[in-house]
Nanobody, 127 residues
Framework: QSHLVESGGGLVQPGGSLRLSCLAS????????IAWFRQAPGKEREELSR????????YYFDAVKGRFILSRDIAGNTVYLIMTRLKPEDTAVYYC????????????????????WGRGTQVTVSA
């Protein structure tokens, strides 16, 4: 059974960095795109970034552009979200989601296409 597992969350000071991992267990490599979302208490879920099935195409939303970077370990079926210069307003539960894609596609699915979700990992940015 295919499922996504996030890890790497925790407590970090403002200005610090974290690396989140999204393991796509049971998924065939290079047949899905991944997006990262987050949801803070009392706020709507917010999409942060996307990476294509082949790992060559990425997109970052304004809230994280220039601070967060995606990377993809195809052999390990894992996508990483490297977060730098963290701010208290980055505190949230972070989720990865997968959208089926053609093999080695560079297509970036739209928000509505992400059908598979992990359970999330908590990130807290506080002094």
């Amino acid at each position: 059974q295919s499922h996504l597992v996030e890890s790497g969350g925790g407590l970090v000071q403002p200005g610090g960095s974290l690396r989140l991992s999204c393991l796509a267990s049971g998924f065939t490599p290079e047949t899905y795109a991944i997006a990262w979302f987050r949801q803070a208490p009392g706020k709507e879920r917010e999409e942060l970034s996307r990476i294509s099935a082949d790992g060559t195409n990425t997109y970052y939303f304004d809230a994280v552009k220039g601070r967060f970077i995606l990377s993809r370990d195809i052999a390990g079926n894992t996508v990483y979200l490297i977060m730098t210069r963290l701010k208290p307003e980055d505190t949230a539960v972070y989720y990865c989601a997968a959208a089926p894609s053609h093999f080695r596609s560079s297509y970036l699915p739209s928000t509505e296409e992400y059908a598979y979700w992990g359970r999330g990992t908590q990130v807290t940015v506080s002094a």
